[in-house]
């Protein structure tokens, strides 16, 4: 076959059967049974012909390209995550994963990636949204082109747009309760946030669950919200705050980096992290909290499990297995990792 390119047709001669039997073996094509014989021989003459499959030409006649586009920021180590979680889902499935550029406007996402819909380019789109950037023209677009889209983390509880969600004030009862049962202290809540900017939905929900919490338990709530910045400028800052801490405490931290914050300041200060003071982060987005030292414990948001899932199930709508009326949201648990820094 050298010098020609192999067909369909090629494949069914040299496998002794009909072009609508390779057909099948190659697209799972429903009503036409395929014995396991004549499947082997089919996947055996695509192997000693090399016969690689147009994509193209499938494309115009499923209507589908095989592809999902992933939106979001690739220097926010969060959709890097979302990312990864994507492509084992995409992979596994026969889905690629074309990576969208993070534009500057909200204008250029409706435009560019719609386009990509309609031009059959892309089969669906799962995106890393900012919770408190709700757009309705976005929503109106998605509905009525029927363009499946799955946000991870944005339009918490809109009714026409899937979300994959974790279940944030879940994770602060359980982070809480860990403390509790391990050192028996009421933990103070460390609450950072960047200036002039709102806090989002998650570390609202974050808040209440510790409110909710120390009531429950007939405690005073002990709450500290600290604006986030860089260690050389914040050191004093940090290192005057852990000085005032009673001995033994504990400290339960929104964002890893504050819990990272108080351990350097400890270690400055030659308090022992994990008996002096009990430190733990409500997430590990960064991914940091395990090359501490001491480690960081923490309940951590599964952006690679959210990932997965949104893909997961942008696939079942693309294939009709769900309706694409079927805005019911996605909820995760956190994951729970015990490192050094809460001790017994």
């Known amino acids: 076959m050298t010098g020609k390119r192999v067909t369909s047709f090629d494949v069914a001669k040299r496998a002794g059967v009909s072009r609508s039997v390779v057909s099948a073996v190659l697209n799972g094509t429903q009503g036409i049974g395929v014995g ?28 589908l390209s095989r592809c999902l586009a992933a939106y979001g920021n690739v220097t926010n180590l969060l959709f890097l995550q979302v990312l990864e979680g994507m492509q084992a889902a995409c992979a596994g499935q026969g889905y690629h994963v074309l990576l969208y550029p993070f534009g500057p406007s909200e204008h250029q996402k409706l435009e560019g990636l719609l386009d990509l819909y309609l031009q059959r380019r892309i089969d669906g789109i799962v995106a890393l949204d900012r919770p408190n950037q709700v757009s309705e023209s976005w929503v109106e677009l998605v509905n009525s082109h029927k363009l499946p889209y799955i946000s991870v983390e944005g339009y918490p509880e809109h009714h026409q747009i899937t979300s994959v969600l974790m279940d944030y004030r879940e994770s602060i009862h359980r982070a809480l309760d860990f403390i509790w049962e391990r050192t028996g202290l009421a933990p ?23 409110e909710q919490w120390m009531a429950d338990k007939q405690l005073e709530p002990c709450m500290l919200s600290a604006a986030d910045g860089p260690w050389e400028q914040r050191r004093e800052f940090w290192t005057d705050w852990v000085s005032e801490r009673s001995k033994p405490s504990a400290v339960l931290t929104n964002w890893s980096r504050g819990a990272v914050y108080i351990c350097r300041a400890a270690q400055l200060l030659g308090i022992e992290v994990g008996r002096d003071i009990h430190v733990m982060a409500a997430d590990n987005t960064e991914r940091i909290n395990q090359h501490m030292y001491p480690t960081i414990t923490s309940v951590e948001v599964p952006y690679v499990e959210m990932g997965r899932l949104a893909a997961e199930r942008i696939l079942e709508t693309i294939d009709g297995r769900r309706a694409f009326t079927d805005h019911s949201d996605m909820m995760v648990s956190s994951q729970l990792i015990v490192r050094d820094s809460v001790g017994s």
Do not use: C, F, P
């Open 188 to 210: 103070v809540y460390l609450e950072l946030y960047h200036e002039h900017i709102q806090l989002g939905s998650g570390d609202r929900q974050r808040r209440q669950a510790y």
């Open 36 to 63: 396991e014989e004549k499947r082997k021989a089919v996947l055996e003459a695509i192997r000693e012909l090399n016969y690689q499959v147009d994509a193209q030409a499938r494309g115009m006649k499923t209507g």
